[in-house]
């Protein structure tokens, strides 16, 4: 069965660099997410994008966060300049449609010292 | 805007126990929801999934769940919890219409004794 692939596994950068989370969502799919999941709390919704373009955004998804879809099959979360409260899981997910379920990736764990 | 509640943040259940967690969501209008498991370690996982239909729907590993419209609730069922189920559960909306997101409950940590 096609999977959601993320890397890497694990990030770990310092305070204010950028890091750059890739994705390569299943081909055939059209609607890619991004959420992030911090330590012991629930699942955030930071960005949807579909038709090269972001469709919705949160409030926690601010100037430092960007989303790219450069080659046509990788999905990337880059983010600016990091800060100490970035430090999460980040799951990539994508769906054929909407009204699909949300196939996830593995997740990125996001370190920042 | 929606919202997902679940009231139990950790459950903690003897094997052959049955389980119920509950979930309920705040919006008005037509739903999909979903129940997703994170096993230790682990990537979210789709549990089961109500569209429309039969409100009573059927998962992977023997969980179920019931859509109750009166009362915007979809609590996930299990009659007899094994230890390998121990696990995080999410339960998550979408609003059908309104966005394209899901948008997730704040998890129930659930731990089976041996």
New interface residues.
């Given amino acids: 069965e096609p999977e959601v692939t993320q890397t890497p596994s694990h990030q770990v950068t310092q305070m204010g660099q950028e890091v750059i989370l890739r994705c390569v969502p299943i081909s055939n799919h059209l ?1 890619f ?1 991004w ?1 992030r999941q911090i330590l012991g ?5 930071l960005v ?1 994008f ?1 038709n090269n373009e972001i ?2 955004k949160s409030e926690i998804f601010d100037d430092q966060f960007s989303v790219e879809r450069p080659d046509g099959s990788n999905f990337t979360l880059k983010i600016r300049s990091t800060k100490l409260e970035d430090s999460a899981m980040y ?1 990539c997910a994508s769906v054929p449609g ?2 699909s ?7 990125t764990r996001l370190t920042v010292t | 805007a929606q919202s997902v509640s679940q009231h139990n943040h950790h459950v903690i259940l003897s094997e052959a126990a049955s389980l119920e967690l509950g979930c309920n969501y705040s919006y008005g209008g037509t739903v ?1 929801l ?1 129940w ?1 498991v994170q096993y230790p370690g ?5 549990l089961l ?1 109500y ?1 429309s239909g039969d409100p009573l729907v059927k998962g992977i590993k023997g969980f179920e769940a019931e859509f109750i419209k009166s009362k915007f609730s979809f609590n996930l069922r299990k009659p007899s919890v094994q230890w390998s189920d121990t696990a995080e559960y ?1 339960c ?1 909306v ?1 609003a ?1 219409g309104r ?9 129930t940590r659930l731990h089976i004794l041996p």
Avoid: C, R
């Fill in positions: 609607y997410y959420y709390q629930k699942v955030e919704f949807s579909y469709s919705e799951f909407t009204d379920p949300l196939h996830f990736g593995n997740g | 999909n979903f997703y682990q990537h979210l996982q789709l999934k569209f999410f998550a979408n059908v966005d394209d997101k899901i948008i997730f409950g704040k998890g």
